[in-house]
């Protein structure tokens, strides 16, 4: 097993596991729905800081396992904000030169990748504050009462536990390799990355069949079923503080949407 813990086990021990999930499902989507309609980067900053607060404080995360899931969108972020911010030319904030080509950083540019960086990072966090306190067939209970069609969170469902057996197959191949030196230099490295990935394709394809013909032997129709989590007790005060949550949210949003980017 890998040394850190994955979303099912933050989940399970999350602060936050006791919410309804219909609550958290819908505040989550309005963060994010606040976030991307957000004119300027200021309310998607304020999102990501006050749902990774939650996250953290009330969901009771470390911090160093919620930056480590954040850091892979963050870098791939990153690199999109640097794109949008680099133009071709000779005039602006900034501009120099990379292999005889002219390059600039604009207000405009500069502008727009701020823009982005915050809508994203706002909606970013509200997915992960979803996602670190709900586990997945509580969210697929929540589509289903959505009437999303049971074919695609059943196919969510599957892809979502295919992802975690791949990383443990992984995990475990390259724990083997490490234990035979297969990393002590690096030709021997190449070839043991080579043989792990060949391998971890062939053992992905078995377990996919695998996992079809149990299903198959339990009369599967095309559609998997969840248990109903509708058992959670309706609680006035959650009821009251999300309603607040909400119209404070949307007062900030139209706060910050009379201020200008820069």
Known sequence: MSRHPSMDVLCASSGLKKISPGRKFSFALYCMVLSIAGKNPWM??????????ITLLAGKISLGNYLRLLSVPFGFLIVSCITLLIDMGQCGLWHGSLLGVNLCITKTSLSQAILVLGRSIGALCA??????????PEIIGVLAKLRVPGFFTGLMY???RCIFILFSMHHSMKTAAKSRMGFRDYPTSLSSVGKIYANLLHRSYSSAMEMFHAMESRCFQGEIAFYDFSHYSTNKKQKILFTLAYVFLFALFTLFSQKEIL
Do not use: E, Q, R
């Not at 998607?44 to 607060?53: K, V």
């Open 44 to 53: 998607g900053f304020f999102l990501a800081a006050l749902l990774s607060g």
């Open 158 to 160: 599957l892809i979502y």
């Open 127 to 136: 997915l992960y504050f979803l996602s670190l306190s709900t586990p997945v």
